[in-house]
């Protein structure tokens, strides 16, 4: 089941971003304190004008939690933590990122 649903919710994701040609897509990202939990949720985010209700005419942010797994400890484990994260997307090459958000915490903003 929990396979299934990681892939379907991975597929929707994929639709989604590749509505206006992939372009228009935000990638969050935040690391846990490493006494909590040593992981960092990777998160894109994209207005979608498909998602238009009654309510919402113009249309609604679209988000995609893609994962929040263990990456370590130093920048370059945070990237590659990221590029596997992505990668699970079948259109990750396609995908034209408009920004990227991260806080100035001490998780992957300077080597520790």
């Known amino acids: 089941y929990i396979q299934d649903l990681a892939c379907s919710v991975l597929f929707n994701c994929s639709v989604r971003l ?4 992939g372009v228009g897509a935000y990638f ?3 690391k846990a304190d490493e006494k909590v939990k040593k992981g960092m949720a990777k998160c894109i985010s994209k207005w979608s004008p498909a998602l238009a209700t009654e309510d919402f005419p113009d249309g ?3 988000i995609c939690l893609l994962d929040s797994d263990g990456t370590g400890a130093t920048t370059e484990e ?4 990221v590029a596997n994260s992505l990668m699970k997307l079948p259109n990750h090459e396609t995908i034209v990122f ?7 915490g001490g998780g992957f903003t300077r080597e520790p």
């Open 60 to 62: 609604q942010v679209y």
């Open 78 to 81: 945070g990237a590659n933590g």
């Open 98 to 104: 408009w920004g990227v958000i991260a806080d100035s």
């Open 18 to 21: 590749d509505e206006e040609c």
């Open 28 to 30: 969050a990202s935040d």
